[in-house]
């Protein structure tokens, strides 16, 4: 409990800040005044990047298929609980799902979440890299120093993706003889938290085994490729004019900063700050630049809540289909 109002204060303060920046009349212009084309598009393209990323999971996942069609309601779900639920827990949302929907094991759903999280860094790394060689003037820091972190970091996600599994093995021994020395009590729990691990470590193994490098790559490039035309469009709907470049240099600082574990509720409030960072340093004003991240957010959200009701509906159909008549 005390966690969730934690989550609620730092939300409701991040939120209040960035509010007193701009005028919320204005915002309402923003949504309301919006070009019903750019956001009929924008809304094609978010779904569109729901379906990669559904497809990427239906890579990822290795011990059997699973319908397409609860892959992207499992994928749905995830990522309006990544709005909504508190101190990042939506994370776990994935894998509870994957089990609840299509029996699959919670551990093998963790791993196939964090090989698609090893994707996503690994491909706004990259981004960061192009974008920081393109506008170095940009960067208080020098290239020079900042080419060699990304690359050093891009290389310690790929060696974590295939060495995972032996790492966390390693890990779970170290554990146990750590326990053991100690004379920890419990031993019934700390034996099932190492039966969990070496589970998650299999499961690592397993997705490497598959060898499903490119298609995962495909499709974390198409599911980002339609998350920045999201942006674009829904950018272009409200008015704003910015160069590709500038819309992804400025969303991907957004981006960061939603990833950054700040026990708010959902990503509110960090998106938001991130946004308005990103779009002042490639020349919005800040009553702009904070006002788009707030209208932007508020249309993900909606389109993001609509597909997840719409999935919802055939889910339940589907488990208790109509009585046919004789």
Not at 102 to 113: D, I, K, Q, Y
Not at 195 to 200: F, T
Not at 289 to 315: D, E, K, N, Q
Request: hydrophobic share 55%; charged share 15%; proline share 3%.
């Amino acid at each position: 409990m005390k966690r969730i109002i934690l989550s609620i204060l730092i939300t409701a303060v991040i939120v209040f800040l960035l509010l007193l920046q701009i005028s919320v009349r204005d915002l309402y212009t923003l949504l309301r005044t919006i070009d019903p084309f750019w956001l009929a598009l924008g809304s094609i393209a978010y779904f569109l990047a729901n379906l990669f990323r559904a497809l990427r999971f239906r890579w990822l996942i290795h011990s059997k298929d699973i319908a397409p069609s609860d892959l992207f309601r499992i994928t749905s779900f995830y990522h309006l609980s990544l709005m909504v639920l508190p101190s990042k827990l939506g994370e776990f949302s994935y894998p509870y799902l994957l089990n609840k929907i299509s029996g699959r094991n919670v551990t093998e759903g963790l791993a196939s979440l964090v090989v698609s999280r090893a994707y996503d860094f690994f491909i706004i790394l990259l981004i960061l890299l192009f974008i920081s060689a393109a506008y170095q003037a940009l960067f208080t820091v020098s290239p020079l120093f900042l080419i060699p972190v990304f690359i050093f970091l891009i290389f310690l996600i790929v060696f974590a993706f295939f060495y995972m599994g032996r790492l966390l093995k390693w890990s779970s021994n170290v554990l146990v003889k750590i326990f053991n020395r100690a004379g920890a009590r419990n031993a019934s729990f700390f034996s099932w938290i190492r039966r969990k691990i070496d589970e998650v470590a299999e499961d690592f193994d397993s997705i490497v085994a598959r060898k499903t490098y490119v298609p995962v790559a495909v499709t974390s490039l198409a599911s980002w490729g339609m998350i920045f035309f999201t942006f674009y469009c829904y950018m272009k709907g409200f008015g704003v004019d910015v160069s590709p470049t500038k819309l992804i240099l400025g969303s991907t600082i957004g981006v960061i900063a939603n990833a950054l574990p700040i026990s708010g509720i959902g990503n509110w409030g960090t998106l938001e700050a991130g946004w308005a960072a990103g779009f002042l340093m490639v020349g919005l004003s800040k009553e702009k630049a904070i006002a788009t991240g707030f209208g932007i957010h508020i249309l993900i959200f909606v389109v993001c809540a609509l597909i997840s009701f719409f999935c919802w509906v055939t889910l339940k159909k589907q488990k208790n289909p109509s009585p046919t008549l004789s």
